[in-house]
């Protein structure tokens, strides 16, 4: 497994402080975030999943701790619409350049609006998907906020 990708790339040329951290990727779990906080000994909310949805038909992504599931309406409220729906898996995947199971918020195909669950940003690190399935990058979530131009809301249902 490499552990150069994209998002550590983007990460890399940003300047901020991050350390890759790999595990053994099941692609039978049905729980991506929970497998990563299990597999490297981490509490689950500080495991950041990156989902992919759309809010009023135009994408977005979110970002929030893999215990926890997002409220549609809270999505749709944090940018501004009337209502929000996950995306597909292909269209995820077409989207953001990224496998679904490997989905990094960063150094994504195309950039589109972000946002990170704001009880998240209390956390001194966390832990986000590194670009590749089984690779995930711990760093000061307020870094992975500036870097990807992201809103802090309430998202968690």
């Known amino acids: 497994m490499s ?20 595990y053994d990727y ?6 991506v975030g929970l497998q990563a906080a299990e597999a490297l ?8 999943k990156t989902l992919m949805a759309a809010v009023d038909g135009k994408p977005v992504c979110c970002i ?19 209502s929000a729906n996950m ?13 679904v199971g490997g989905i990094s ?12 669950e704001e009880a998240a940003l209390g956390e001194a690190l966390v832990c986000i998907n590194g ?4 690779l995930q990058v711990r760093l000061d979530p307020k870094d992975a906020q500036a870097v990807l131009k992201a809103i802090g809301a309430s998202l968690i249902a």
Request: aromatic fraction near 4%; proline fraction near 7%; charged fraction near 25%.
């Open 105 to 116: 918020p960063f150094g994504q195909k195309k950039l589109v609006p972000t946002a990170i």
């Open 64 to 82: 929030v701790p893999s215990d926890r599931e997002v409220s549609m309406k809270k999505l749709a409220a944090a940018f501004g619409g009337k």
């Open 131 to 134: 670009g590749q399935r089984g």
């Open 3 to 22: 552990k150069t990708t994209r998002a550590t790339q983007t990460l890399a040329k940003a300047g901020v402080s991050f350390t890759v951290h790999s």
């Open 26 to 31: 099941d692609p039978g779990g049905e729980r």
């Open 87 to 99: 995306m597909k898996p292909a269209d995820a995947e077409r989207l953001s350049g990224y496998h």
């Open 41 to 48: 000994g981490e509490d689950p909310s500080r495991v950041l």
